[in-house]
């Protein structure tokens, strides 16, 4: 049987979003992350390649260009839903906090921890190589704290938010800071390389990066108002991606100008004052934000979709045998809870679950683990460690939501099962009320 057949390419790239679609519908009945099982799909798909002769199919570029788009995308669509309301900044500011300060305690953790146990890691490299695994997955957490309480789900939001922005802006400016690479022709060990950039550099490379955003952001803004076509939201995604590509090849932290324009555009009438409120066109800009916010969604999940089946088929199954592999993750995924019950209890209190166990690792994770460059990969980091990262933090966040969910549904059982009592009521009469005693009269 021909697999590559176009009609069977269609056949199969169809299954697999009607799936992902049927993973999510499970998901939100029984709070299992829908990444695991697209993981668990990819493996099957695996063994069905190995069977058919096709296990030795190149899939990385493919991954490249997905954990792209992906990353765009997962950055525009947390951009969109920053409302930065005025009655909501403390809650964005604790918010903001406990991300900045999990990310980096977490980060550190996991680089020591990867540092004693695997060969080869420096500390820069071993800094590169934790940060994907400190980022939380705002693309799985969404979705699973739909049901919570009103504040603790716009924390989760918030939080992962700020997690997966902060957390990719950390990978590439540690990666951006590598002095040394390892010799590609292994004979003279490391050899030293220029800097990419000085930490003042790339800290003039963001004020940069900011101000184009600015201006490219507002400009976008007013003249896709003005746009009557209904193919708009399509084009306006291209020139997202070409702005991306065109930061990226003059050095510039590209990511800022998916940011700075889905704030903006998700908060026009913050960024649109004085002067600029006259230029805006506030419904047809409204009309712009809800497309795009749709498409970007629609987007996000095909990519989320693709990305994870092929990162299943990519996934080498020995590498989880090792007693090596299971005891760093086990380690990393202990540092993880440990810091985030500490950052929980100073900044939010003792009502800390189930945020305490709502920390999966995913998308972004595997994402920035693919961006990695090819001459500092350590060949003694196994993928497996990854694997039982992403897997043991959706466990244990899927657990921890079944067990929140069972307790408020029986909370809410006992209220509703608790007899009602009442009293006749009766109207008061004037004999009813007290006698008031005479005042003696002089």
Do not use: C
Not at 78 to 91: G, V, W
Not at 294 to 299: L, M
Not at 382 to 398: A, N
């Amino acid at each position: 049987m021909d697999l590559a057949n176009p009609y069977y390419l269609i056949i199969e790239a169809s299954v697999i979003i009607i799936l992902s679609f049927f993973f999510g519908e499970i998901s939100k009945r029984t709070n299992v992350p829908s990444v695991l099982m697209l993981i668990i799909l990819g493996i099957l798909l695996q063994q069905g390649l190995r069977y058919f002769g096709l296990g030795n199919l190149d899939f990385f570029p493919i991954l490249q260009i997905l954990g792209i788009i992906g990353l765009i995308m997962i950055v525009l669509e947390a951009a969109l839903e920053l409302k930065l309301e005025r009655d909501k900044f403390l809650s964005i500011g604790k918010a903001l906090a406990v991300a900045f300060i999990g990310l980096i305690a977490s980060t550190w953790a996991a680089a020591e921890i990867l540092k004693y146990f695997i060969d080869g890691m420096t500390d820069q490299l071993a800094w590169l190589y934790a940060t994907p695994l400190s980022i939380l997955s705002s693309a799985i957490i969404i979705p699973s704290v739909t049901g919570l309480k009103g504040h603790k789900k716009e924390f989760h939001i918030y939080e992962s938010t700020f997690s997966d922005i902060m957390g990719i802006m950390l990978f590439y400016f540690i990666s951006s800071q590598l002095p040394l690479l390892p010799d590609p022709m292994g004979e003279e060990g490391l050899e030293v390389i220029e800097h990419h950039a000085s930490g003042l550099a790339y800290l003039g490379n963001i004020l940069i990066t900011i101000v184009a955003s600015l201006v490219a952001s507002y400009a976008i803004i007013l003249v896709f108002q003005n746009i009557k076509s209904h193919v708009k939201l399509f084009l306006l995604i291209a020139v997202l991606l070409l702005l991306y590509a065109i930061g990226k090849t003059a050095h510039l932290s590209s990511l800022i100008i998916i940011l700075t324009f889905g704030l903006i555009i998700a908060n026009m009438r913050l960024f649109f004052r004085g002067p600029l409120r006259k230029l805006l066109n506030y419904k047809q800009a409204l009309h712009i934000y809800e497309g795009l916010h749709v498409v970007t969604v629609e987007t996000a999940f095909v990519v989320r979709t693709f990305f994870f089946v092929i990162f299943g088929i990519t996934i080498v199954l020995s590498s989880l045998l090792s007693l090596q592999v299971a005891m760093v993750s086990g380690l990393i995924i202990l540092s993880i809870y440990l810091i985030r019950f500490v950052i929980l209890r100073i900044f939010i209190g003792s009502d800390i679950l189930p945020q305490l166990f709502v920390a999966p690792r995913g998308l972004i994770t595997v994402l920035l683990f693919n961006a990695i460059p090819q001459e500092v990969q350590i060949q003694g980091f196994e993928p497996g460690i990854l694997l039982y990262i992403i897997i043991g933090t959706s466990l244990i966040m899927t657990f921890a939501m079944i067990v929140d969910k069972k307790r408020t549904t029986s909370a809410i059982r006992r209220v509703a099962s608790a007899p009602i009592g009442y009293e006749r009521w009766k109207a008061p009469t004037l004999a009813d009320a007290p006698i008031e005693k005479e005042v003696e009269q002089h």
